[in-house]
C-alpha cells in the first residue's frame, strides 16, 4: 500500500508567486515525522522542512511552510515568491515508527517549474 | 558540514559484472540506507543498515546485497548486474532515534549507474 501519494507529478509556476505541493501520507501510528526534500538537476536531495506529528503549529523555515492538517493526512508543502532556482523534483517523506522505526518513505515526487 | 560521499557520480557495467557501490558518511550515524530512484517511481528503499553487520531488506532486495563492516561504510552489491538494474542509486544516513521520529535523512550526491 502507498504510504506517500504525491498527486502532481508536473507543476507551473511563475516567479514571485507562491504554490502548493501536495502530499498525503498513509499510517496508523500516532507518531510519525513528514519531511520535504528537493532535488535540483544535480541530483542531490536537500532537506527542507520537518513536521512532527505532535506538532500544533505548521513548520516554517524561509520561504517554505507546510500546511499540516492531521484529519486529512496532508501534509502540503508551501513555497512563497518563487524564484527560478525552486526549480527541481520535490519529494515528500515520512518517518513512520510503526513496525520498523528505521525507515522512511517517499512519494514519487513532484517537479516543479518556476516560469520567468 | 555533514557528509556523505560514494564512490562514483557515474558507472557503466556490462551485463554480469559483480558491481560494488560505496558509500561512506562521517556524521556518526547509526542508520544507512541504499535506495534506487526511476522516474514516476520516486524513491524505493533496497536495504538498510541500524548498525554495523545488521541489515534489513527493504521493499526491492532482490537482485542485491550489502555489506556494513564499518559504521561509516555501506555498500551495495550487484552480484550479476542486469540490464534493470540501470538506474540512479542513493546512499543516506540517519541518526537512530529510537521512536523519535525528527531526526531527517543526509544524501550522498547518487550514482548514476548504466548497465549494458
Known amino acids: 500500500a502507498q504510504k506517500i501519494t504525491q498527486t502532481q507529478p508536473g507543476m507551473f509556476v511563475q516567479e514571485k508567486e507562491a504554490v502548493t505541493l501536495d502530499c498525503t501520507y498513509d499510517?496508523?501510528?500516532?507518531?510519525?515525522?513528514l519531511f520535504w526534500y528537493k532535488q535540483p538537476s544535480s541530483g542531490e536531495m536537500i532537506f527542507l522542512i520537518y513536521?512532527?506529528?505532535?506538532?500544533?503549529q505548521n513548520a516554517t523555515e524561509g520561504r517554505y511552510s507546510l500546511n499540516f492538517q492531521k484529519a486529512r493526512k496532508s501534509a502540503n508543502l508551501v513555497i512563497s515568491a518563487s524564484q527560478l532556482g525552486d526549480s527541481a523534483m520535490y519529494f515528500c517523506a515520512m518517518r513512520d515508527p510503526g513496525g520498523d522505526f528505521n525507515k522512511f518513505y517517499f512519494g514519487s515526487g513532484t517537479k516543479l517549474n518556476v516560469k520567468p | 558540514d555533514v557528509k556523505v560521499t560514494q564512490s562514483s557520480r557515474y558507472l557503466v557495467k556490462r551485463t554480469g559484472e559483480k558491481v560494488f557501490l560505496e558509500c561512506v558518511q562521517d556524521m556518526d550515524h547509526e542508520n544507512m540506507f541504499w535506495y534506487r530512484q526511476d522516474p514516476g517511481l520516486g524513491l524505493r528503499l533496497i536495504y538498510f543498515s541500524y548498525d554495523v553487520k545488521m541489515k534489513e531488506k527493504g521493499d526491492i532486495p532482490e537482485g542485491y546485497s550489502v555489506s556494513r563492516e564499518k559504521k561509516e561504510r555501506f555498500s551495495l552489491i550487484l552480484e550479476s548486474a542486469s540490464t534493470n538494474q540501470t538506474s540512479m542509486y542513493l546512499c543516506?544516513?540517519?541518526?537512530?532515534?529510537?521512536?523519535?521520529?525528527?531526526?531527517?535523512?543526509?544524501f550522498g550526491p547518487g550514482t548514476r549507474l548504466t548497465v549494458t
Open positions: 543516506a544516513s540517519s541518526s537512530l532515534g529510537g521512536r523519535e521520529v525528527k531526526y531527517e535523512q543526509y
Open positions: 513536521q512532527g506529528s505532535y506538532d500544533e
Open positions: 499510517t496508523s501510528d500516532q507518531s510519525y515525522g
